[in-house]
């Protein structure tokens, strides 16, 4: 067991590792983004859009990632106490199905993962941001 719950946790660490990179190139692309219609004066309410539909992924992303973090702390907690043998490793989807709480709750789940300042920044800068300049260019 101790060696499944081991390597269960090299792979997850590894995918939140992973996740987080990805998160930083949503950010990219929002600051591409903002930029880009900057310079070509583009309209400000669908760069304000884009902005808003890549903050949202972003925080969908970091629920995924929060997700692998609980489970990884789970497996910590196990490795602790190794003799409990009822909890084996590789449970992880059946632990996400079995906490699901519907629809309402995975969109509650994302929202709040959005805003949150790690995901938050830098789309709320970035959002004023278009809207400031876009009156002063516009």
Same mark, same amino acid.
């Given at each position: 067991? &101790?060696?499944?719950?081991?390597? !269960?946790?090299?792979?997850?660490?590894?995918?939140?590792?992973?996740? !987080?990179?990805?998160?930083?190139?949503?950010?990219?692309?929002?600051?591409?983004?903002?930029?880009?219609?900057?310079?070509?004066?583009?309209? &400000?309410?669908?760069?304000?859009?884009?902005?808003?539909?890549?903050?949202?992924?972003?925080?969908?992303?970091?629920?995924?990632?929060?997700?692998? !973090?609980?489970?990884?702390?789970?497996? !910590?907690?196990?490795?602790?106490?190794?003799?409990?043998?009822?909890?084996?490793?590789?449970?992880?989807?059946?632990?996400?199905?079995?906490?699901?709480?519907?629809?309402?709750?995975?969109? &509650?789940?994302?929202?709040?993962?959005?805003?949150?300042?790690?995901?938050?920044?830098?789309?709320?800068?970035?959002?004023?941001?278009?809207?400031?300049?876009?009156?002063?260019?516009?």
């Amino acid at each position: 067991m &101790k060696t499944d719950l081991h390597n !269960e946790w090299i792979i997850l660490h590894g995918d939140i590792e992973k996740y !987080e990179k990805f998160s930083l190139v949503i950010k990219l692309v929002s600051v591409l983004v903002s930029v880009f219609s900057m310079a070509f004066i583009a309209n &400000k309410w669908i760069a304000v859009a884009v902005i808003l539909v890549l903050w949202l992924q972003d925080g969908i992303w970091k629920t995924f990632q929060k997700r692998l !973090e609980t489970r990884v702390v789970f497996i !910590e907690k196990k490795l602790k106490n190794a003799s409990d043998e009822d909890h084996m490793a590789f449970q992880l989807y059946s632990q996400w199905g079995d906490k699901r709480q519907g629809v309402v709750g995975l969109v &509650k789940e994302y929202l709040s993962n959005s805003i949150k300042p790690t995901v938050a920044y830098p789309y709320a800068f970035l959002v004023l941001l278009v809207l400031v300049y876009s009156q002063f260019v516009g």
